[in-house]
């Protein structure tokens, strides 16, 4: 794969944003979530992703998370020069997955307000990370607390000294 | 479920967390990234998970990540209560996935600085989301951006109209 991806033309993602736009509507009377999201490798392959949240029982199964394990399965977990189309803004579940397969950029229609008139609103976590509570472990919306293990050492010596790993 | 989950008593943090920590291990040598997690559901069933990144092809496959997917395909998507116990200290993704999930507090052993000795370094990644990079579109590690195409709303009208619609 490329280093980094070629500068999107508007008119490819005007394209793939409406694709992700009728991804949302069609799921709803499928029976899911308002969201509908589209891989776009630097090859032209595309993958697509509706929220399957409530349908599959995975609260991690938004419309941006099943367009990127779709992707990652074909292509491989690194898709470095990607771009991912999503019909609303992201949320940071999302956001954080794009990081982490590398995608190139991110581009959306909708946005928070958009969400938040439809009864999603996602501003909450968002500041849950802006304002630093998931770093000081202080938000009364999720704690989270460090206890110290005896053990909590081993995994990382046995990663290092583990001559066959694969590192992501 | 309950509305919040009873106080942990420290012996079971740590019981868990012990678990989470020799998941960790044993995933090692089995290809897998060096981190574990169990979700502690209210009624005492536990969920296991060990990073499946590089062995899945799933950028997404983090520990606590396929262990809250794990109690949300038994238990549902709406995990209220339950508790998430991690060798390590969760990333953005898994602290996101365990928002989605309603899950009420979140236990870890080793730190990011212990993670980073080791080549993990998601440091990048809260700092995205604690400087707003991601809230203005502006980092150059993943730009955000925005592009309004006519049909984005249909979802949400679609949404809001639909008698059937599975609520999250």
Known sequence: MPESSQPTLPAVVERHLARAVELAVANVAEGGGPFGAVVGLPDGRTFEGQ????????PTAHA??????????????????????????PCPLCVSAA????????????DRQDAAA?????????EYFSTGA???????LLPITRTVVPTQGRPFTAWTEFAGRAEY
Chains 1, 2 share one sequence.
């Open 118 to 126: 439809a009864g999603f609103d996602d501003a909450a976590f968002y």
């Open 134 to 140: 998931a770093d000081a472990g202080a938000s009364s």
């Open 64 to 89: 941006e998370v099943v367009a990127i394990r779709a992707a990652a399965a074909a292509a491989g977990f690194d898709l470095t020069g990607a771009a991912l189309y999503a019909s609303c803004e």
């Open 51 to 58: 929220n399957r949240v409530t349908r599959d029982n995975d």
């Open 99 to 110: 990081l982490w397969a590398r995608i190139g950029s991110v581009h959306y229609a909708a």
